[in-house]
């Protein structure tokens, strides 16, 4: 099986991937602002479906599919550098706002909320770009069985990312009303959110292919 420190560096950069503001982060808040924590909480479950259809994926061998097809793995990795510039452009292009500030969205049933958040999740780019790049690099067929692993892999991540999201389904009321309190504190969130987004994409972009 997979060597704890391994698992604990997956594990710390599954915790860098949940900090990074993505759709899942900004449906959460949004939610949890406007219809309050239960509908945060209702909107984590799905993303949590969400994250076991990658999971998955991953698992059965699609990870290993791309990788072995280098136009594939090369259009993946792009559109995954472009996709981290476009969230860069939002947090610091005209009319930015924190994801902090509130947003006006009409209240949903429970079914929806769920449904929503499994697909932000399921079609969230930033997770299949994740689990393309970082799990090959913790799978080794000398350990036992690549299966295996990569549930052991992805158990670990989505255990992460619900740790992470739920404090933010819980908090995000609170957060938002200190940053209203606090404005300038919303300026400097987006700005340092859409430089480390920035550096993302440039170091995937730069990111050589394993072989």
């Keep these: 099986m997979i060597p704890t420190n391994d698992l604990l560096l997956f594990a710390g950069a599954a915790l860098l991937m949940v900090l990074t503001p993505g759709p899942n982060m900004i449906y959460l808040i949004s939610r949890s602002i406007c219809q309050g924590r239960k509908a945060g909480v209702v909107s984590l479950f799905g993303v949590i479906a969400g994250f076991l259809v990658h999971m998955l994926a991953a698992a059965i061998g699609l990870t290993a599919l791309l990788l072995a097809v280098p136009l594939a793995y090369e259009v993946l990795r792009w559109a995954g550098a472009a996709y981290l510039l476009w969230l860069a452009w939002q947090a610091l292009g005209p009319g930015a706002r924190s994801l902090f500030e509130p947003r006006q969205l009409p ?9 929503m958040g499994f697909l932000t999740n399921a079609l969230n780019p930033k997770i299949a770009v994740f689990y393309l790049s970082v799990f090959p690099q913790f799978v080794s067929p000398e350990r036992g069985s690549l299966f295996l692993q990569s ?9 992460v990312s619900f740790s992470v999201n ?25 700005w340092v959110m859409g430089f480390v987004l920035a550096a993302l994409a440039v170091r995937l972009a730069l990111e050589q292919r394993r072989a």
Aim: hydrophobic share 60%.
């Design 151 to 159: 549930i052991t892999l992805g158990g670990t991540q989505i255990m």
């Design 166 to 190: 739920l404090l933010v389904a819980l908090f995000a009321a609170g957060m938002a009303s200190w940053f209203a309190r606090n404005p300038a504190w919303l300026v400097l969130q987006r």
């Design 107 to 115: 209240p949903d049933s429970t079914t929806r909320l769920f449904v």
